[in-house]
């Protein structure tokens, strides 16, 4: 390459550094500008930026009132639910605060408040007020200071309305009240325009009007309905909708504009009123599936001459006194109450035929009413009837009814005369014939031509009448006509007695002979004798419940001489009985029939008579169970229960001859399963008794005094048991 070429090159290659030097410059100084004038740019809005929000400051619940207070001013809106007792009230940007717990309340008129904070379909504070009664409100707005005051008299509130009583401005549209005040600010006049705006899960419903807009909302099932008053309708109702917006109506009642929003099934929704803007958000709460295909549009038919054919679902059962339908809403004003048959039809699934001679108009207002307590309600008022015949329900007045009824009881009677008489013999096996006859007769099935007699000798029936009646009989048979249940009583009677008998005794005796044999000393020759000397004691207490029968210690003293002698002797007896007497009787007794069993004996008991002379009777001395049984129908047995014990009381003293007696009585009813055992017990009797014999004066010093006497002690104890045991005897 020549030096030329060289040089040329060296200076583009210098040019080149030059523009991208002064291209960074450029760039920087831009740069720097941009950050400077910003700086001050923001130094200057800064407070405006970090403006605080707009926040409740106060939540103050006064009798019948409530007062809300915020920050800045601030635009509201409220409403109520399908519920009367609820209302909420909206506070377009503005936070709730402090105020994120529920707030109860001991004011009259309000029961408490709920704050909430809403992000979606705006940014606002909601509060739901939970009323004691269902009431109208005023509000009252100034310096932001909003009053809400809660009117004492009672209020019928506006609930839900059936699909059928949305926007056709009929007789049988739904009345309301004015609606609640709301904005601060010039209120709307009409509606301009009604759009969609479309987000990934929500679909908002955007009403607009040239003003603030106050409407009364109505959630319904898979609808809403949205009453604006004191506007015209001037936006055009859109003809395709996006899911979960299945359609709009609209329709003008009486000072109001009515709109339907026609949702389907499973679609939360939120609604808000937003200055001149009324927003509701739409969300399914499961994936939607695949839309089919386009049908062709409907033709255009007038209430009155439009017909469809649906396909035909289950109607939900009617009881007689209780009402267990689907809970629906009406509000009719001097409306025609045949399309309302033909609405209650549709709710319950069932066909209904109206007789031509059923008309009126009626007012009513039911909410949250079972259809079938609402169709009642319409038939007594007009003093109707009904008829269901499968899933067919008869409408018409009670005097074709009862005309009908009449005329077929007619026709029944004359097909009776006409048909021939039939004679058949029926057997009683178990049952009275009489009893049988008497309800055959009293159950007044026999027709007027039928007759019946009565044969005790072999207990039966003959009854002449027409061949539909027989079956009738045959069924009472069944039921009369059966073996009365049998029950075996088993009953196991147990008598226990125990005494206890201790006896301490002593015996002993001193004997002395002089050596001169002049003079003696010892005890009384009527005495017992010591074992030792041989000769009598001097004291003789020993122990003697029975002869032989004890334990002793004897003890001697002998001299040498065999002058001076002594003589002890101690002896001691303790004896314990036990007796039991155990008596199983049977006996077995119809269903609610006594069963009687007594055991015992009778004892002769003398008496002077009036005329001096001596007379025998007899007192029966028993144990008597008295038991009636009943069989319940789940084979469970309920007794009644009588048990008496009476015996002669020898410690107490005889009347004119006539013996004291010891008497025990127990009385109970119990409920017992078949085959189980029931005890009675408790009745029992103690004897105690303590004696003491020996020498007087000489047996009452202490510690010495056991020397000269003998102790006696005697317990008896006596106690009844009784088990029974119910069986019942089943029919081989």
């Known amino acids: 390459m020549s030096q030329k070429a060289k040089s040329k090159k060296q200076k583009a290659k210098m040019r080149e550094q030059k523009t991208k030097l002064f291209y960074l410059f450029s760039v920087s100084l831009i740069a720097i500008l941009f950050i400077g004038i910003g700086c001050a740019t923001t130094a200057v809005e800064q407070p405006s930026q970090l403006e605080k929000p707009n926040v409740i400051n106060s939540i103050d619940l006064q009798d019948y009132a409530v007062i809300v207070t915020a920050d800045r001013p601030f635009t509201y809106t409220i409403y109520r639910s399908s519920d009367p007792y609820r209302m909420f009230i909206e506070l377009l940007d503005v936070n709730i605060g402090a105020f994120n717990s529920k707030i109860a309340s001991n004011k009259a008129g309000i029961t408490e408040i709920i704050p909430s904070q809403v992000e979606s379909p705006a940014f606002m504070a909601k509060l739901e007020m939970l009323l004691q009664t269902p009431s109208e409100v005023e509000s009252e707005y100034k310096n932001n200071v909003l009053i809400i005051k809660i009117?004492?008299?009672?209020?019928?509130?506006?609930?839900?309305?059936?699909?059928?009583?949305?926007?056709?401005?009929?007789?049988?549209?739904?009345?309301?009240?004015?609606?609640?005040?709301?904005?601060?600010?010039?209120?709307?006049?009409?509606?301009?325009?009604?759009?969609?705006?479309?987000?990934?899960?929500?679909?908002?419903?955007?009403?607009?009007?040239?003003?603030?807009?106050?409407?009364?909302?109505?959630?319904?099932?898979?609808?809403?309905?949205?009453?604006?008053?004191?506007?015209?309708?001037?936006?055009?109702?859109?003809?395709?909708?996006?899911?979960?917006?299945?359609?709009?109506?609209?329709?003008?009642?009486?000072?109001?504009?009515?709109?339907?929003?026609?949702?389907?099934?499973?679609?939360?929704?939120?609604?808000?009123?937003?200055?001149?803007?009324?927003?509701?958000?739409?969300?399914?709460?499961?994936?939607?599936?695949?839309?089919?295909?386009?049908?062709?549009?409907?033709?255009?038919?007038?209430?009155?001459?439009?017909?469809?054919?649906?396909?035909?679902?289950?109607?939900?059962?009617?009881?007689?006194?209780?009402?267990?339908?689907?809970?629906?809403?009406?509000?009719?004003?001097?409306?025609?109450?045949?399309?309302?048959?033909?609405?209650?039809?549709?709710?319950?699934?069932?066909?209904?035929?109206?007789?031509?001679?059923?008309?009126?108009?009626?007012?009513?207002?039911?909410?949250?009413?079972?259809?079938?307590?609402?169709?009642?309600?319409?038939?007594?008022?007009?003093?109707?009837?009904?008829?269901?015949?499968?899933?067919?329900?008869?409408?018409?007045?009670?005097?074709?009814?009862?005309?009908?009824?009449?005329?077929?009881?007619?026709?029944?009677?004359?097909?009776?005369?006409?048909?021939?008489?039939?004679?058949?013999?029926?057997?009683?096996?178990?049952?009275?014939?009489?009893?049988?006859?008497?309800?055959?007769?009293?159950?007044?099935?026999?027709?007027?031509?039928?007759?019946?007699?009565?044969?005790?000798?072999?207990?039966?029936?003959?009854?002449?009448?027409?061949?539909?009646?027989?079956?009738?009989?045959?069924?009472?048979?069944?039921?009369?006509?059966?073996?009365?249940?049998?029950?075996?009583?088993?009953?196991?009677?147990?008598?226990?007695?125990?005494?206890?008998?201790?006896?301490?005794?002593?015996?002993?005796?001193?004997?002395?002979?002089?050596?001169?044999?002049?003079?003696?000393?010892?005890?009384?020759?009527?005495?017992?004798?010591?074992?030792?000397?041989?000769?009598?004691?001097?004291?003789?207490?020993p122990a003697g419940i029975a002869p032989n029968v004890g334990s002793g210690i004897n003890f001697g003293i002998l001299n040498a001489n065999r002058t001076l002698g002594l003589d002890l002797q101690l002896s001691a007896v303790e004896k314990t009985g036990n007796g039991k007497v155990i008596s199983n009787p049977r006996i077995m007794t119809v269903d609610n029939g006594q069963a009687k069993i007594l055991q015992g004996k009778s004892v002769p008991i003398k008496k002077l008579t009036t005329e001096g002379t001596i007379s025998t009777e007899y007192k029966d001395v028993t144990i008597e169970l008295n038991v009636t049984p009943h069989i319940a129908p789940d084979n469970t047995i309920v007794m009644a229960i009588e048990i008496k014990k009476e015996d002669i009381d020898p410690t107490r003293p005889s009347v004119e001859g006539a013996p004291a007696t010891d008497k025990k009585e127990a009385k109970t009813n119990v409920i017992i399963m078949n085959g189980e055992t029931v005890v009675i017990g408790g009745m029992y009797k103690i004897n105690t008794s303590d004696s003491e014999s020996g020498v007087p004066g000489l047996m009452k010093i202490p510690i010495l005094g056991w020397l000269f006497k003998t102790e006696k002690t005697s317990v008896t104890t006596t106690e009844l048991l009784v088990f029974i045991t119910p069986r019942i005897v089943q029919k081989p």
């Open 151 to 541: 009117k004492k008299e009672e209020l019928t509130e506006k609930k839900e309305l059936p699909a059928e009583e949305s926007p056709d401005p009929e007789p049988a549209a739904l009345e309301q009240k004015p609606p609640l005040p709301a904005s601060n600010g010039p209120k709307a006049t009409e509606i301009s325009s009604i759009s969609f705006e479309k987000s990934e899960d929500i679909l908002k419903v955007v009403i607009k009007g040239n003003g603030s807009i106050a409407p009364n909302v109505f959630p319904l099932d898979n609808r809403i309905v949205i009453d604006v008053p004191d506007v015209v309708m001037s936006a055009q109702i859109p003809t395709t909708v996006i899911s979960p917006l299945k359609g709009i109506r609209s329709g003008k009642h009486m000072d109001k504009i009515r709109l339907v929003l026609d949702l389907k099934e499973k679609t939360n929704f939120d609604v808000a009123a937003i200055g001149d803007s009324i927003v509701i958000a739409l969300q399914r709460t499961e994936k939607e599936p695949p839309a089919p295909a386009p049908a062709m549009p409907p033709i255009a038919q007038k209430p009155e001459e439009k017909k469809q054919v649906a396909e035909a679902k289950e109607p939900e059962a009617l009881g007689e006194g209780k009402y267990t339908g689907k809970k629906i809403s009406l509000d009719f004003q001097d409306a025609d109450i045949t399309p309302i048959f033909r609405l209650l039809s549709d709710i319950s699934g069932y066909n209904i035929v109206v007789n031509p001679e059923v008309k009126g108009k009626i007012t009513m207002k039911l909410i949250n009413v079972p259809w079938d307590q609402a169709l009642d309600i319409m038939l007594k008022t007009f003093s109707l009837g009904k008829t269901i015949e499968g899933n067919i329900l008869r409408v018409a007045p009670y005097t074709v009814l009862a005309k009908e009824s009449e005329e077929a009881a007619k026709a029944k009677e004359a097909e009776a005369k006409a048909e021939p008489l039939e004679t058949k013999i029926f057997p009683i096996s178990y049952a009275d014939v009489s009893v049988v006859d008497k309800a055959i007769k009293d159950s007044k099935i026999l027709t007027p031509r039928g007759s019946i007699s009565v044969d005790k000798r072999t207990s039966s029936m003959v009854i002449k009448d027409i061949e539909g009646v027989f079956p009738q009989i045959e069924n009472i048979l069944a039921t009369l006509d059966k073996p009365t249940p049998q029950v075996m009583i088993e009953a196991r009677i147990v008598e226990i007695d125990t005494n206890s008998e201790r006896e301490l005794g002593i015996q002993w005796g001193l004997n002395y002979k002089a050596p001169n044999t002049l003079s003696a000393l010892g005890g009384s020759s009527g005495l017992g004798r010591g074992t030792f000397t041989g000769d009598n004691f001097l004291v003789d207490f």
